[in-house]
């Protein structure tokens, strides 16, 4: 069975700091990459970062470069997000997604990814 589990949101103030993790099981995770989404209440789902399978090349969306590293450790199979300087705007819920082989499209879109994971609240206070 495919799993894709994300963990690690909370409630954090303003200009503070939270590592997501998704932990991955059921497929080959090094034939995959993976990416992380975002959604906030009214929008639509957000792509804002990716890693490749081999963890060599990660994207950022412009909204998070800087802030955001996104890295794997494929002895657990989990890709993390570590989220530093995070503004109230970053408030929603995070998904992470597997994609087998090679993403053709920047930043992510939900249509190309295979596999999803549950999602987890991340709430910035003002």
């Known amino acids: 069975e495919v799993q894709l589990q994300a963990s690690g949101g909370g409630l954090v103030q303003a200009g503070g700091s939270l590592r997501l993790s998704c932990a991955c099981s059921g497929f080959t995770f090094a034939d995959y990459a993976i990416a992380w989404f975002r959604q906030a209440p009214g929008k639509e789902r957000e792509g804002i970062s990716c890693i490749s399978s081999n963890g060599e090349s990660t994207f950022y969306a412009d909204s998070v470069e800087g802030r955001f590293t996104i890295s794997s450790d494929n002895a657990k199979n989990t890709v993390y997000l570590q989220m530093n300087s995070l503004e109230p705007e970053d408030t929603a819920v995070y998904y992470c997604?597997?994609?087998?082989?090679?993403?053709?499209?920047?930043?992510?879109?939900?249509?190309?990814?295979?596999?999803w994971g549950q999602g987890t609240q991340v709430t910035v206070s003002s």
């Open positions: 997604a597997a994609l087998r082989g090679i993403p053709t499209i920047y930043p992510p879109k939900n249509y190309e990814y295979d596999y």
